[in-house]
């Protein structure tokens, strides 16, 4: 075998060796927190149960809160703290609260509680209005994007 030969052979094993190494010391994607929080409050601290019963965004409260998938979560009355406590996935934004055009888009970002959609009894958040109106252009080609995404994103697989 020539000098030369023996060469590339070597700088090719140096660099699968390399690789290898990168590779393994790269490990599996990070998990996000599985809830949106702010301020220590899941959603900025708005109440989930409102939008679904006074069609709003309404501040909720420390004074009537609770822990749920990690997260604190505030509401504006006792009445819909026990309503969310009783059936949480019923009233819990989608993808945790994160962006759900972000989310269909295979990422997350922070969201505006103003910028929101209620389709198929289900609570969507994005980033702001104007995002919102872009994610609604296709509802139901994001919510089916961000349905296979969130999964992937919550869980770093």
């Not at 996000?32 to 601290?45: K, L, M, N, S």
């Not at 309404?58 to 309503?83: C, K, P, T």
């Not at 759900?100 to 198929?120: M, R």
Request: net charge positive.
């Amino acid at each position: 075998m020539s000098a030369v030969t023996r060469n590339i052979r070597l700088s090719l094993i140096a660099v699968a060796a390399l690789i290898a190494t990168f590779a393994a010391m790269a490990g599996p994607a990070l998990a996000i927190e599985p809830v949106f929080q702010d301020g220590g409050a899941a959603i900025r601290g708005y109440d989930p149960v409102a939008y679904f019963t006074e069609g709003k965004p309404i501040e909720g409260s420390s004074d009537h809160s609770v822990e749920y998938n990690g997260a604190r979560w505030h509401f504006a009355s006792a009445a819909n703290r026990q309503l969310f406590a009783a059936d949480p996935a019923k009233y819990a934004p989608q993808y945790g609260g994160y962006c759900a055009w972000a989310v269909a888009n295979n990422y997350t970002a922070s969201i505006d509680p103003h910028a929101w959609t209620i389709k198929d009894g289900k609570l969507y958040l994005n980033f702001s209005k104007f995002v919102r109106a872009r994610w609604a252009i296709d509802k139901s080609g994001n919510i089916a994007k961000g349905d296979v995404n969130w999964p992937v994103l919550r869980d770093g697989a």
